[in-house]
């Protein structure tokens, strides 16, 4: 949905800035190598990264991880899901999910997840990792729950076995998941090059009152990537009427790694997230603006689950409007869930025209009257008080003056 045009988010005053001290992020690490996560209480743990693609050649999928961590991580502290919970879950809904797909038995995914033909084997392990984001329960000691753990996910591919994203199979996914009533349709894969099938599955969508959310940007490249690429618009995040979103760091700066692009809606954690994978019970480390999108679409399934009339316009509105205020608001998943929204906008970060102050005479007159009541009030009050006092003793004398002295 485009807005607003590209720009480093600034950082939220104190308390992202104690984030930033206490929660670093590492580099993204190559495919195989461990690298370290920080975890909410700013220590670090060694897990294995998550790819969002394999190597062609490479033959074999993503292996499951040995490693699990110790403790959350600062994302799920940053989105506040422990008070988020309370409010709502996202029973009720149905999230689909186009990326690499998602083995619907992996650990951790309570038996919430339908998968649609191929998009039931998850070799890359991405999408499995970007569902418990969204519908994960919390397996395990160090409770890593997903945004709606109450809601229903559909996952759907949008690549093929490798990762790699083509324009047909998403539009495909797209149209499936309207097909299937989906309330929030999230898309984690970023194209290049705009496509007639998916813009129309996309309106589609739209229309029959799904919440589209779609990555900004691919996930970081490869290490070992050179070159700079330019500010480009990717899709179908630049679709009208889609959420568009991007990742950012503790601080709320977008990593230096992330893609430039233009026209991004929200920003969420995308650096340092936990999930699981596709085989095994352990843990594995994401990053890019898939991640973020997944943790926006978790959340548009709690207000889609709190608010049910709402239109997708109302409910991206809902999303931007009580979001952390800067260059690119940040996603708040417990205002979005909980905020009362007015007329006026919510968070303004300055008027944006001419401060117009309220004309206060009326209200200043009838104070001044009030203060004149009080006043005469007072003095009666006092006159009644004299009048019990003084009347007697002036009886008593005869009506005369008292003496004030002797000769």
């Not at 001290?21 to 294995?48: C, M, N, T």
């Not at 309370?86 to 998602?102: C, E, I, P």
Request: charged share 20%; proline share 8%; aromatic share 2%.
């Amino acid at each position: 949905m485009k807005r607003r045009g590209p720009g480093a988010v600034r950082p939220l005053c104190g308390a992202a800035l104690a984030a930033a001290l206490l929660l670093p992020v590492a580099a993204p690490a190559a495919a195989g190598q461990a690298s370290a996560v920080p975890a909410a209480d700013g220590k670090r743990q060694e897990l294995p990264p998550m790819p969002s693609a394999l190597d062609p050649g490479a033959g074999e999928c993503t292996a499951a991880s040995r490693e699990k961590a110790e403790k959350q991580d600062w994302s799920r502290q940053r989105l506040d899901l422990t008070q988020v919970h309370r409010h709502g879950t996202g029973a009720g809904t149905t999230v689909a999910l186009v990326d690499t797909g998602v083995r619907a038995d992996a650990a951790g995914l309570g038996g919430r997840v339908t998968a649609r033909g191929a998009a039931g084997d998850d070799c890359v392990g991405h999408g499995t990792f970007l569902a418990g984001l969204i519908v994960g329960e919390g397996w395990g000691r160090t409770r890593l729950p997903g945004v709606a753990p109450g809601a229903k996910l559909l996952a759907l591919r949008g690549t093929d076995q490798n990762g790699s994203a083509d324009a047909a199979l998403v539009a495909q996914a797209v149209r499936d998941a309207t097909a299937a009533g989906a309330d929030v349709i999230v898309v984690g894969v970023a194209l290049p090059k705009r496509d007639e099938e998916l813009t129309s599955a996309v309106a589609e969508a739209v229309d029959a009152g799904a919440v589209v959310v779609a990555a900004a940007t691919p996930d970081p490249p490869n290490a070992g990537s050179r070159g700079e690429t330019p500010t480009r618009t990717y899709w179908p995040a630049g679709e009208p009427g889609v959420l568009s979103v991007a990742d950012m760091l503790p601080t709320g700066a977008r990593p230096d790694d992330a893609l430039p692009t233009d026209g991004v809606d929200l920003v969420a954690p995308g650096a340092g997230v936990v999930s699981g994978g596709p085989r095994g019970d352990g843990h594995y480390l994401g990053a890019g603006a898939s991640v973020a999108a997944a943790y926006t679409a978790g959340t548009a399934a709690l207000v889609r689950a709190a608010r049910p009339d709402d239109t997708p316009e109302e409910i991206v509105h809902r999303l931007t409007a009580t979001a952390y205020p800067a260059d690119i608001p940040q996603l708040d998943a417990y205002a979005a869930l909980t905020t009362v929204l007015g007329d006026a906008p919510v968070r303004a970060q300055a008027a944006a025209g001419p401060v117009t102050v309220r004309d206060t005479a009326s209200a200043d007159r009838a104070a001044n009257r009030a203060v004149v009541f009080v006043l005469l009030g007072t003095a009666g009050v006092l006159a009644v008080l004299w009048a019990v006092v003084a009347v007697p003793r002036a009886r008593a004398r005869g009506w005369r003056p008292a003496d004030t002295g002797r000769d």
